[in-house]
């Protein structure tokens, strides 16, 4: 049964690791949500005055189905809790996953605990490159199996048809919501999305070539008590908010305190455009590289890796300095057969979360973090229960701010999916951190 909704949560989403969080949170906000992101079910209670929308980010998109499904319904219980109006399930927009899931287990539990009949899979940004067409998933111009996505080291994606993927996932019906029908408009879709309920459909991937279908889509979905995807899809629901008055416009909706300390870039992820940012940064940065081979062995390059950065930022005009993991596909898959991809995936996160926790606790107060599972690990070890969600830096990238004990200002974060971010991005992201707090600076 659905809850009366208090005044002010208008969206519950449920992420499914902590830099889709942000991404969609970084939406929300440049729609005009106030958005609270919160790093785990919260175990106490919560002030959420002058909040609009609340993300609740898991770890939960690579482990055991049953265990993602145990957390996302204990989320769900909380928002449910807080009177949310509408449930968002957040997946990465590359919809990458095992085969036994854990989009399809996820989305079923939070549709039988809602009671609801249907939900809709909008995993499209077209913003950053991500569309579908005829149920099958672009990264760019290629597909989503040819796109790197195919050598991902927890979640590989080999094919593009999402039907098919998430028809392996779940004992339900798989629909599909084309452009043609898109095309038609906001009445037409919700009319195929009837149709394919009394025929059986509860999951319906939807077709998004531009932010004009999103539009769409979120027009014919609104009433929906369940939605899932990408951000893409966040950033589209909050006019839909405001034709139903759910929704007052705000000014300033990610204003945040000017940011200070000293700034360092931490970096797990392998994906392509991770690869070309760790590049173009060590052209210009000083960098160096952890290898999980020798982590393996001990904590050595640890001390090394804390002895580099601390030599490079003694002050807090000092850096940005690179600490990274990234390697290339080949350099991936010799690790993982010496140490297994579960055993390197966990020291290369121990490690990047033991340098985070050291160096905050030191004076760095400006953290950008590259990769889902990275960010999940630095998060958990800095102690983080919630985050304010600032300005963009990129698309699905924002800067946000979360106090740490130890640590009287507040540390300004930038959580980064690994495929997200133009090539200069680890460089640009702190001038437009450090303009921000010029701004805010001038205008305080």
């Known amino acids: 049964m659905r809850r009366e909704p208090a005044p002010n949560i208008v969206l519950g989403a449920i992420a499914d690791d902590f ?19 919160v790093i785990g079910v919260p175990s106490a209670a919560l ?18 189905a049953a265990d993602a499904i145990r957390d996302s319904l204990a989320a769900l219980d909380w928002l449910q809790a807080q009177g949310a109006r509408q449930v968002f399930f957040k997946y990465c927009s590359t919809f990458d996953s095992t085969d036994d899931g854990n989009i399809g287990p996820v989305a079923d539990a939070l549709l039988d605990q809602l009671g609801s009949k249907q939900t809709v899979m909008v ?21 989503l199996n040819d796109s790197g996505m195919q050598h991902h080291p927890l979640n590989p994606m ?7 993927v998430l028809a392996g996932q779940t004992s339900h019906q798989v629909g599909l919501l084309n452009r043609a029908t898109l095309a038609k408009g906001a009445p ?38 369940l939605v899932t995807g990408g951000s893409g899809l966040g950033q ?29 870039v931490l970096s797990g992820s392998c994906s392509r455009a991770t690869l070309g940012q760790v590049e173009h940064f060590l052209g210009r940065h000083e960098g160096l590289a952890l290898d999980p081979l020798a982590l393996a062995e001990s904590d050595a390059p640890i001390e ?16 940005p300095v690179l600490i990274y993991a990234s390697a290339a596909p080949q350099a991936v898959e010799a690790a993982q057969a010496s140490l297994g991809a579960a055993r390197a995936g966990e020291l290369v996160e121990r490690a990047l979360a033991t340098i985070a926790q050291t160096l905050v606790a030191e004076g760095v107060g400006r953290l950008l973090v590259a990769g889902g599972e990275t960010s999940g690990a630095v998060v958990s070890a800095l102690g983080v229960g919630e985050l304010r969600i600032g300005e963009q830096i990129d698309p699905g990238v ?21 495929n997200f971010g133009g090539v200069d991005f680890f460089t640009r992201a702190f001038e437009v951190l450090n303009e921000q707090s010029a701004a805010r600076e001038e205008g305080a």
């Open 304 to 319: 090394e890796a804390l002895n580099f950065a601390r030599a490079r930022l003694s002050g807090a005009a000092d850096g």
């Open 158 to 164: 080999r094919d593009a048809d999402l039907v098919r």
């Open 19 to 37: 830099t889709g969080a942000t991404d969609l949170a970084n939406n929300l906000v440049r729609s005009g949500m106030r958005t609270l992101q």
């Open 188 to 225: 037409a879709a919700s009319a195929h999305l009837s149709d394919l309920q009394q025929a059986g459909g509860r999951h319906v991937i939807c077709d998004t070539l531009d932010e004009s279908d999103l539009e769409v889509i979120a027009a014919a979905v609104v009433e929906m008590p």
């Open 123 to 143: 995993p499209a940004f077209p913003i950053n490159g991500r569309t579908v067409y005829q149920g099958h998933l672009f990264v760019g111009d290629r597909l």
């Open 47 to 64: 002030s959420l005055e002058n909040v609009d929308a609340v993300v609740v980010a898991l770890k939960s998109r690579s482990c055991p």
């Open 398 to 418: 924002p800067w946000t701010q979360t106090q740490v004990a130890g640590r009287e200002a507040p540390l300004s974060l930038a959580l980064k999916s690994g």
């Open 236 to 264: 589209a629901l909050p006019a839909e908010y405001r034709k139903k008055g759910w929704l007052s416009p705000v000014e300033n909706a990610g204003r945040l305190a000017p940011a200070s300390g000293a700034a360092l």
